[in-house]
């Protein structure tokens, strides 16, 4: 559906694109891990404590789209950090401009 979206050109703007293409790319990624480490165990869907078990093993961290996540995630605390830096020099300025006056 996303990558329908990214064909048609209705999914906006090119860096929103962009975004979406990398998304779709991890994602494709995490399930090419995941189905190849699936190949390998001897239980059905069904028996959930093996489920369990093999989702622990796997890890919400491991994998492309795993690594994907902390970089974004680490992009956004940075890119808010510097907003909350900008603003608190902006009100030490206009404070500074006040005590001017």
Same mark, same amino acid.
């Given at each position: $559906?996303?990558?329908?979206?990214? =064909? ?6 090119? =860096? ?7 998304? /779709?790319? =991890? *994602? #494709?990624?995490? @399930? ?8 390998? +165990? ?8 093996? +489920?369990?078990?093999? #989702?622990?093993?796997?890890?919400? =961290? ?6 994907? $996540? @902390? *970089?974004? @995630?680490? /992009?956004?605390?940075?890119? @808010?950090?510097? /907003? #909350?830096?900008?603003?608190?020099? #902006?009100?030490? &300025?206009? &404070? ?6």
């Amino acid at each position: $559906m996303i990558k329908r979206h990214i =064909k048609k050109g209705s999914a906006g703007s090119p =860096k929103v694109v962009n975004g979406l293409k990398v998304l /779709v790319e =991890k *994602l #494709e990624s995490q @399930r090419t891990l995941v189905e190849n480490k699936r190949r390998g +165990v001897g239980f059905a869907p069904r028996d959930r404590a093996e +489920v369990g078990r093999f #989702e622990e093993e796997l890890g919400e =961290k491991e994998g492309p789209l795993g690594s994907w $996540m @902390r *970089l974004q @995630r680490k /992009v956004r605390e940075a890119k @808010r950090r510097e /907003v #909350e830096r900008a603003l608190r020099e #902006e009100r030490v &300025e206009s &404070e500074d401009e006040e005590d001017d006056e």
